[in-house]
T-cell receptor
């Protein structure tokens, strides 16, 4: 089954404790992206990747890091989480260009930073 | 980067046609217009995409006027299960970079 998986689905952590949210897709997609969703703000892009070793900032990259060492994986790293990063996070992938091709979204990761 | 504006919410009744309009005044020549549907606690799901004129698939139609500064998602004969948030996305189609910005979404409530 074609899908995007994220882990963990739920995470409660404390300020400053490094964490990684994993994202994996099995569709051989070139394009992958991370979004955060907050009430009243819709979906905002954090980082995106056009292909392996190619990443770029989205609208709200501050406080986040990403890497794309393999085509299928695109982890999101919070080196020193803060309460303002409490949010619902979605990973997505698409064939090549996220604006031109359908994006497939993961189920989401709900992060709480205390 | 094209910004999008959508109504915050809309109400409808089962069996009616619903039209949701998205404004994107500074859309670029190569941008495509894509609509997504999102249910609570789920990731968005692709509905339809278009570049100009009209596109239709099994679930919706997308109308795009000649100037492309707006687009209208049309859902025929909605049911209760169409209650969701609908997002308009206008994205760059070039391969040099692809930062994407979703609109704020339109919360559609379908009533019996």
């Amino acid at each position: 089954e074609a899908q995007v998986t994220q882990n963990p689905r739920y995470l409660i952590t404390v300020t400053g404790k490094k964490l990684t949210v994993t994202c994996s897709q099995n569709m051989n997609h070139e394009y992958m992206s991370w979004y955060r969703q907050d009430p009243g703000l819709g979906l905002r892009q954090i980082y995106y990747s056009m292909n392996v070793e190619v990443t770029d900032k989205g609208d709200v990259p501050e406080g986040y890091k990403v890497s794309r060492k393999e085509k299928r994986n695109f982890p999101l790293i919070l080196e020193s989480p803060s309460p303002n990063q409490t949010s619902l996070y979605f990973c997505a992938s698409s064939l090549s260009n996220g604006g031109r091709h359908e994006q497939y979204f993961g189920p989401g990761t709900r992060l709480t930073v205390t | 980067l094209a910004k999008t504006t959508q109504p915050i919410s809309m109400d409808s009744y089962e069996g009616q046609e619903v039209n949701i309009t998205c404004s994107h005044n500074n859309i670029a020549t190569n941008d495509y217009i894509t609509w997504y549907q999102q249910f609570p606690s789920q990731g968005p799901r692709f509905i339809i995409q278009g570049y100009k004129t009209k596109v239709t698939n099994e679930v919706a139609s997308l109308f795009i006027p000649a100037d492309r500064k707006s687009s209208t998602l049309s859902l025929p004969r909605v049911s209760l299960s169409d209650t969701a948030v609908y997002y308009c996305l206008v994205g760059e189609a070039n391969n040099a970079g692809n930062m994407l910005t979703f609109g704020g979404g339109t919360r559609l409530m379908v009533k019996p």
